[in-house]
């Protein structure tokens, strides 16, 4: 489930998406700062548009094959 604060819909968190791809929490918050994820911060949180969260889980996939 993408975050459902404000505008926030079509976003994801970095615990949401953590969950979703298998890895920690910290690792997603290093992708966002190292700029591999294309996300924004919402406050102190990360937050990784549900386009972006999607191409990235699909790259994923695919290093995984």
Not at 21 to 32: E, K, N, P, W, Y
Not at 41 to 46: E, P, T
């Amino acid at each position: 489930e993408a975050a459902t604060m404000g505008n926030d819909k079509q976003a994801y968190t970095t615990k949401q998406l953590a969950k979703l791809a298998g890895v920690s929490d910290a690792r997603i918050r290093q992708l966002c700062l190292s700029k591999e994820l294309a996300a924004y911060k919402a406050g102190r949180d990360w937050r990784i548009p549900l386009a972006e969260a999607e191409r990235w889980l699909a790259e994923r996939r695919e290093q995984d094959r």
